[in-house]
């Protein structure tokens, strides 16, 4: 029996939450508020007590400044769980601090956003770690459709729309229609890659290591994969592998578009396959609507641009990029019944197979 104004009723007694688990940061979305939390995702564990010692922005400041009994640990590796303790623990603390002040009475449902093509033990880790930090509902759904919908773009209808979703870990391609994906493509091509790519050039060209913060700095502030009007430079400070020595050396944006160079080629060869393998018409929808570019990864300077001249159709940098995914996931809480058959299907709530 359905009673009329349940929903509302059930709001007044629980939040709705929405999760984008990502390898380098955690957005949280609060239903009736919107974004409320963005994190990185990281965890300080004292590993003689086994005891959380920081999580989030506290955490990410301790890497690489730690004693030796104190590590900084990422547990989602390439958007997936590598830790299933710390993940859980790091949902439970992201869940209590987005809820903080509220007296609801039941335990929230979540809407977690996952990377495409991830393995059903990969799903059931992410489901079973959200559940066991509080979760009353797990829905899973995967980034670039949850980024289609943030995007607000006709998902459900019969036209193609292609989403290139760059996140820390992963780079999902993904081509959408009628609710569902057409065709799509996972890498390990992301912000993570591209900041061990310039940890890796800087190594290898001027004998200099660099730490990961360090090179993540260096990416947003001159990393570009297209030559900019006025050259691009920055004082970098490092270990000289040679002397052992600090030493400081000046970096150009062309030094980083080196760096990023075959990472980037392998990014746009893999959209091409995809395209290759759409069904025409849906081809036509991209050629006519063009393509989506989301996620922290959208933000490289040239980076659209480029893709735009090697497949030569029009690419759309969605405003705030970096919470797409996130907006996507406060979207279907609030009309769960809608994106249901859009959501990966929960093995519990499977009918029992004859």
């Known amino acids: 029996m359905k009673i009329p104004g349940i929903k509302n009723f059930r709001g007044l007694f629980s939040h709705d939450i929405g999760i984008d688990l990502g390898t380098a940061n955690t957005l949280v979305y609060l239903g009736g508020r919107g974004i409320v939390i963005n994190e990185p995702s990281v965890v300080a564990i004292n590993q003689k007590t086994g005891q959380i010692v920081a999580i989030g922005t506290e955490a990410r400041a301790m890497i690489g400044r730690t004693p030796s009994h104190i590590r900084a640990i990422k547990p989602l590796v390439d958007g997936v769980i590598s830790d299933f303790e710390i ?29 495409s093509g991830i393995t059903d033990v990969e799903i ?15 829905h899973i759904i995967e980034e670039p459709m949850a980024a289609a919908i943030g995007m607000r773009l006709p998902v459900h209808d ?3 729309n292609m989403v290139i979703d760059i996140g820390g870990g992963t780079c999902d391609i993904a081509i959408i229609s009628l609710g569902g994906t057409v065709r799509s493509k996972n890498l390990r091509i992301a912000g993570d890659k591209f900041n061990s790519d310039i940890v ?37 400070k490092g ?24 990472s980037i080629e392998t990014l746009i060869e893999s959209v091409r396959e995809v395209l290759e393998s759409t069904p025409p018409e849906i081809l036509s929808d991209i ?11 959208a933000l490289i300077k040239g980076l659209a641009e480029l893709i735009e001249s090697e497949i030569n159709i029009p ?9 797409a995914v996130a907006r996507g996931t406060g979207i ?15 093995e519990d709530e499977l009918p029992p197979k004859k």
């Not at 270990?239 to 075959?262: H, N, W």
């Not at 690419?315 to 919470?323: E, G, K, R, S, Y």
């Open 87 to 115: 993940t859980e623990e790091m949902i439970s603390y992201l869940l209590g601090k987005a809820t903080s002040g509220s007296n609801k009475i039941f335990s929230p449902r979540v809407v977690v956003g996952v990377p």
């Open 158 to 160: 019969p036209v193609g």
């Open 124 to 138: 059931r880790a992410v489901r079973d770690a959200t559940r066991n930090a509080g979760a009353r509902e797990v």
């Open 287 to 297: 050629m006519n609507r063009g393509v989506y570019l989301s996620g922290g990864g």
């Open 239 to 262: 270990r000289d592998l040679v002397s052992g020595l600090p030493k400081e050396i000046i970096l150009t944006d062309t030094d980083i578009r080196d760096a990023l160079s075959q």
């Open 200 to 236: 890796a050039h800087v190594r290898n060209q001027f004998k200099i290591l660099l730490g990961e913060k360090t090179a993540e700095m260096i990416k947003i502030s001159i990393g570009s994969v297209l030559p900019t009007h006025a050259p691009l430079e920055m004082s970098v």
């Open 332 to 346: 279907i809480l609030e009309d769960l019944d809608s994106f249901r058959d859009i959501l990966i299907e929960n």
């Open 315 to 323: 690419i759309h940098v969605v405003a705030d990029p970096l919470t």
